[in-house]
T-cell receptor
């Protein structure tokens, strides 16, 4: 079973739309959770950490449900510049495990 | 601050050749990681290190070796290159193991093709 699973997409949405990505993880002892963004042919970059109480950074909201082992990312008012692959990342005992990513295409 | 620097950016190898991917960081991070990313796939952990002199295997270590003689450097050695090792390799580092200390910073990647 994979450590982290994500819907690969692609999600094709118009500018201004709200879009949500989900991710599940297999190890209930996982300690920290993140969303990274990866542009085409570039390295991943941290978008935001995910906290148990949920957290928001501008148009981005992340939620964690430890009981269901489920992480979500909500993007409001999508911009063309949000087009990228979003990687769900779980940290567990010195190792970071990556999902395969969800591709987002924001169209004019 | 340069962050995490990887060299080379691109390399073509013939089957059976060996090479070393270099990775250095100037952030005084304790933890360093090597990942590979195949097209359309997520990142797979090859090896990692929690400090100088300490290394451990990740999910896909076969065909690779690492060393960590200093805090700054974490080279990845490919012995007897095979076409299955064609991939993009990312080096990453983080300061520590808890809370905000375990955010990963990546290098720009090394694209390796084995023919």
């Amino acid at each position: 079973r994979k450590e982290v699973e994500q819907d690969p997409g692609p999600f094709n949405v118009p500018e201004g739309a709200t879009v949500a990505f989900n991710c599940t993880y297999s190890n209930s002892a996982s300690q920290s959770f993140f969303w990274y963004r990866q542009d085409c042919r570039k390295e991943p970059k941290l978008l935001m950490s995910v906290y148990s109480s949920g957290n928001e950074d501008g148009r981005f909201t992340a939620q964690l449900n430890r009981a269901s082992q489920y992480i979500s990312l909500l993007i409001r008012d999508s911009k063309l510049s949000d087009s990228a692959t979003y990687l769900c990342v779980v940290y567990n005992f010195n190792k970071f495990y990556f999902g395969s990513g969800t591709k987002l295409n924001v169209k004019p | 601050n340069a962050g995490v620097t990887q060299t080379p950016k691109f390399r073509i190898l013939k089957i059976g050749q060996s090479m070393t991917l270099q990775c250095t960081q100037d952030m005084n991070h304790n933890y360093m990681y090597w990942y590979r990313q195949d097209p359309g796939m997520g990142l797979k952990l090859i090896y990692y290190s929690v400090g100088a002199g300490i290394t451990d295997k990740g999910e896909v270590p076969n065909g690779y070796n690492v060393s960590r003689s200093t805090t700054e450097d974490f080279p990845l050695r490919l012995e007897l290159a095979a076409p299955s090792q064609t991939s993009v390799y990312f080096c990453a580092s983080s300061y520590g193991a808890g809370g905000g200390a375990n955010v990963l910073t990546f290098g720009a990647g090394s694209r390796l093709t084995v023919l």
